[in-house]
């Protein structure tokens, strides 16, 4: 079994993750080799006889050796993934964290010489996200364990890598995105170079179409690795999660490795049309397609040719969707059918909508954390709805109401500081959207309570070159009483990290333990720790040498030794231990978060958020962020652990069972991440150069950055006097330090510029003034136009500082525009017009600098009683405007005789209200013809 060391580290951009494997000389066969998990459902386990053995074919497994090897429990068959139109078996293999390798091996290696070029295919599926990335990698089968990684990287891309003992460099990505909980059929061609010698440059696909031809690929790679002189190993690696493959497939051509089921796609849907279009939401129809569909896609886009992304599916025989998107612009559809064939062509042609613009949906990720006399919250903006502001909302009552609005921020920021909150009062607060429609609905709640809490720090300046005894008292600041040593420490030299404050010395654990008292033990809210962690080189073995937490039971441990490696790395874990005594103790493993390199030094970083209502608290570990990043550490999270309580902690331990030490240094505790890397002490400087420019109806400011502090954002103030008083009108976020204020034009207004981090607020600039030019308004954009009997109504977009709109009407494009009606409203109603004549419209914006350009002209023809609307489908109605007082009924026929016709009423006459009436007859048959008469 060879080692697997290239999976201990993250490669450049990536983090590899699984392991399947493959070995010894390929024969001149097409199909080289097809893994299609025909296993019973359950454990795979090391020695599992192989079912793909002997020759492969398009249909049955072979090419590979006797049995499976695993590195250990947790490789299961469950049922198989599926593609469309590929063909599939039953089942497929998924694998967790707790596995450090599986894998078969292949009946003979794959030569450059013999085999110039390699396809690979395989069907990937992760169902949840991690911070790291799992894919496939083949190998040399040397020890030095060098190949190439095939899988996610960092990006979200689909990637190919070097992989050298756990480095590597990235060598190319396909265009396309990979989104978790989703199957792919991914597709890897390795060529070899002009000797012969090695594979060193190929192409990669994502979803191509089985069965047809090679089409030209998402992404290729190339380098100068001359260490693949040939394929014995195929391995898959884990990265945090748990990840499904299926369908493994090698061969010498495109057509091995993508074999067809033989089924035919369905037809294409027909009969697309738009149900309704409402409030930031589109209501589609179609009539089902032939051909056994199992689903449907419909897809999107923003202009009627193109390019066209699938937003959500349906299952037959559902063939309705409902699309929620941001209003107020135009939007394309189409859907394409799905069997397990294939995929129909799309729907043709496009159909289009202009849903009105809705408030915006809630903001998501409310987050609270707490400071001294102050809150700071931070969300995620609306996916649909498009905010132009925000309102923040307090409440004391868990639960609301929330009936004060304590602030608003400018989108596109997403950020707030209370900074008249009060320590030791709990508050509750929720995040609302605007856009010109009005206010969205709330955000979630989320809870903190501000506190004088100042935190803890030991940077163990104790004499060098000495013992820390047993009863040392304490020097660090926030913790209290002596040390308590069932083994002696050693203080020596402080560790370094790039950008961290240090002190001078730090503390070596030989053996045994060492604990000291925090003088604040640590119990609710949320608290940081950090500190820096530097283990002896060599593996430790199953020795538990790291950090642990004391809560007078079983506590949080942080260290190697719960999932050793190789000679030279292992996984840095979370575990429990039990923290009473001196004695060393064993540990019980929680999460496996990266594997580290032992003599390496880390900066750990722990964010510990307390659940006081009896459930299980929260502990997210970071490694090695970069340091003076002001308010989250800038390294994505190593690990997440929700299933573990860690109690009240009263201190912090050292433990080294055996096999090495530890030294630990610069420990750290607070209520944010700024002050656990010391990255932030004080309110930021002065922002300087503040200046501004005038324009037609805005003022452009711009200004050079704070220069010590880490600003997280800047706020902009405007006062109608030099002396103030000043308002804030807006902020912005790092890098950006420019504004553009909106405003009418023809009065001088003045300017101020303060920073903002987590300490508080700077000081304001020096006041700045600007008279912006009076300007007529921009044109209303917009415009649409609603047909009725004998009228039109207009509606637009509302222009800043316009005060009233002039509507025009032309017979002819281009016009002449003839004025006919003013008002101060965004919608206007043309009456008394000729049915049947196409009138065409602009519209202008009035305000005190004059008046607008015209608007895009819109054309309408209003229209008397309906034409024939043939062929309707059970449930799907009939449309059309329905004008304020016009009496209207919908009739239906069996069938259309011309003047013959039959005509019978369809319910009710309905009585217009200058709104779009829909008319459902859900029980008629296909062939039946309406029409909608008025009186």
Known sequence: MKSLNKFQSSLASLTVSLVLLMMTSIASADILAYEPFDYPLGALNGGTPTTATGVPT??????????????????????????????????????????????????????????PSVYVSFLYNAPSYTANKSGFAVDNGAASNEGYYMGMTSSGTFGVATVANGSGTVLGTASETINFNTTYFIVVKFDKDSAGTYYKSGSIWINPTPGASEPAASGTFTGSYTAMNKIQDFLTALGGSIVKTDEIRLGTTWADVTPSNGASPPATPTGLMVDSSGDNSVSLSWNPATGSPTSYNVKRATTSGGSYSTIGTTTSPTVSYTDSVTGGATYFYVVSAVNVGGESADSSPPVSATPTLGVPTAPADLEANSGDSQITLTWTAPAIGNPSSYNVKRST????????????????????????????????????????????????QASATPSTYTGAYEPFDYPVEDNLDNGTPTTGDGFTGNWTCGVSGWILSGLTYTGLPVANNAMRTPAGRQTVSLAEPLSSGERWISFLYKTSPGNPGANINGVYFPNGGSGLFFGFGLNPNSATDGYLSLASINTTGTGVQGATKLKDLALGTYGATYLVVLR??????????????????????????????????????????????????????????????????????DAVTAPPSVPTGLSATPGDNQVSLSWTGSTSGYPTSYNVKRSDTSGGTYEIIGSTTPPNVSYIDTILGGTTYYYAVSAVNIEGESADTPFVSA?????????????????????????????????????????????????????????????????????????????????????SSVSVSPFGPLPLVLSIEPGVGISWFAASGVIYQVQWASEDLGTETVWNDLGDQIIGDDSTITVFDPMAPTDYIYQVISF
């Open 58 to 115: 398009a249909t049955t497994g072979g090419g590979f050796t006797a049995t499976w090897f695993s590195g250990g429990a947790g490789t299961t068959i469950v049922d198989g993934l599926t593609y469309p139109g590929l063909q599939v078996s039953n089942n497929a293999l998924q694998w967790s964290t707790s596995v450090p390798y599986h894998g078969e091996n292949l009946a003979t290696a794959i030569l450059p010489s013999t085999t």
């Open 397 to 444: 009552i868990d639960g609301g109401p929330y009936t004060d609005i304590i602030g608003t921020t400018t989108a596109p920021t997403t950020s707030y500081v209370d900074t008249t909150a009060i320590n030791g009062t709990a508050y509750h607060y929720v995040v609302s959207g605007v856009n010109a429609t009005g206010e969205g609905i709330n955000s979630t």
């Open 608 to 677: 510990i958020q307390f659940d006081t209502s009896g459930n299980n608290d929260t502990i997210t570990a970071y490694l090695n962020p970069t340091m003076n990043a002001a308010g989250e550490p800038t390294a994505s999270e190593v690990g997440i652990l929700t299933t573990f309580d860690v109690g009240t902690i009263s201190g912090i331990g050292m433990q080294v069972a055996g096999g090495g030490e530890i030294i630990v240094d610069e420990i750290r505790v607070a209520e944010n991440y700024n002050k656990v890397v």
């Open 771 to 855: 008279t912006p030019i009076l300007a007529p308004p921009v044109a209303p954009g917009g415009v649409s136009g609603l047909e009725g009997d004998s009228q039109v109504s207009l509606s637009w977009s509302a222009s800043p500082f316009a005060t009233s709109y002039e509507v025009f009407r032309a017979f002819d494009v281009g016009g002449p525009y003839d004025s006919i009606g003013t008002t101060t409203d965004l919608t206007y109603i043309d009456s008394g017009l000729l049915n049947g004549q196409t009138y065409h419209y602009v519209v202008v914006a009035i305000g005190a600098g004059g008046a607008s350009l015209d608007s």
